[in-house]
């Protein structure tokens, strides 16, 4: 007696396993985050995310070109907003003159082929930590739509690739695809956070950007009115199919690990690149058990990367970006 088939045989050596293997991880996959800050000179380590900085613009650029050589050639730009700058209605993200007009135009300065995506949200410019205008303690859809517009157009006129709407307003992508065409900003692509649920993984983003929702009366305690419920499957791709319709250019799901079944699903519904952010809480779990010696740092990030792509992960939002095109380059 003998096993009808040993599967082993194709497991027997690394020479037999890479010749079998479906999924290869590259440079290319991936999209890296990049946090902004205003001054000189400043590299500046976020607390609860070790290894990952906030860079003034001076220090981008060589964090920009750093990247380049690497085979990194997408960032997505996010920047923290000094404190005097920040309203109800997000003021300041019109600012042509503002820090992430700056910040893309460094960017593209230094380095034209790179492809810049903008985060497009009011978070980083509201008093209030949320990513829409609040009103008698809701968070309004139609008018953060229209600010979301004009912010949009403002990142394109700077030089943005891609502007990427974080907020989950209904009707955004529409709204910014009209805006963008109407200025004449028709190669100006939407990445939309289709499917982006209301997930505590954030933590440590809004540690870097200062852009918790504070704590007030009559402010929601948090983003559950229009981020979606992580319990949701069948709406992510409801979600997802109208921004397609409206004009997204790629979709994405936002956390990765815990929902990769969600990944899988709009994968086989879409025919539109799926991108995956793989978030600030991610990195730092990760982060911190290694620190421990309770996980082997550079295996488990490897494992986590390809199991986002395995899942129908076109392209990774990840910190650890940098870290894994080391790894391949090695
Ligand atoms: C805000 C935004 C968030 C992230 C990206 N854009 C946080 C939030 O929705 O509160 C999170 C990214 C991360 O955790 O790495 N529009």
Redesign the pocket.
């Known amino acids: 007696m003998y096993p009808l088939k040993r599967n082993r045989r194709l497991r027997t050596g690394e020479a037999i396993r890479s010749l079998v293997r479906d999924t290869i991880i590259t440079p290319d996959d991936f999209l890296v985050?990049l946090f902004v800050v205003e001054g000189k000179g400043i590299k500046d380590e976020i607390p609860s995310m070790p290894n990952y900085f906030r860079y003034s613009l001076d220090l981008l650029e060589g964090e920009v070109k750093e990247l380049w050589k690497l085979g990194l050639k997408s960032v997505l730009l996010?920047v923290k907003v000094p404190d005097n700058l920040k309203d109800n209605k997000g003021t300041e993200a019109l600012n042509p003159n503002g820090l992430m007009q700056r910040a893309i135009k460094t960017v593209k300065n230094i380095c034209p082929e790179m492809v810049v995506m903008t985060?497009v949200?009011l978070?980083?410019y509201s008093a209030y930590g949320h990513?829409g205008i609040i009103e008698n303690g809701h968070v309004l859809n139609d008018e953060t739509v229209d600010v979301l517009s004009e912010m949009s157009v403002s990142h394109a006129k700077a030089g943005a690739n891609f502007v990427a709407p974080?907020?989950m307003m209904d009707g955004r992508i529409l709204s910014i695809r009209e805006a963008l065409e109407d200025e004449g900003f028709i190669n100006t692509g939407i990445m939309s956070?289709s499917a982006?649920y209301a997930s505590a993984?954030?933590?440590?983003?809004?540690d870097a950007l200062d852009?918790?929702p504070v704590d007030l009366v009559n402010i929601p305690k948090d983003?559950k009115t229009y981020?979606m419920d992580y319990a949701n499957r069948f709406e992510a791709i409801r979600e997802t199919e109208m921004d397609i319709d409206e004009g997204a250019d790629i979709v994405m799901v936002?956390?990765g690990l815990c929902y990769l079944d969600i990944v899988r699903d709009i994968k086989n519904e879409v025919d539109v690149p799926v991108a995956v952010?793989q978030?600030?809480?991610e990195?730092a779990m990760l982060k911190a058990a290694a620190e421990k010696g309770w996980l082997e740092h550079d295996a488990v990030m490897m494992e986590q990367v390809t199991a986002i792509k395995r899942a129908g992960g076109d392209i990774i939002a990840s910190?650890f970006a940098k870290d894994v095109v080391k790894i391949l380059n090695a």
């Open positions: 985050p996010f985060d949200a978070d980083p990513d974080s907020d956070y982006k993984f954030y933590g440590p983003f809004r852009s918790a983003k981020q936002k956390p952010y978030v600030s809480g990195y910190y």
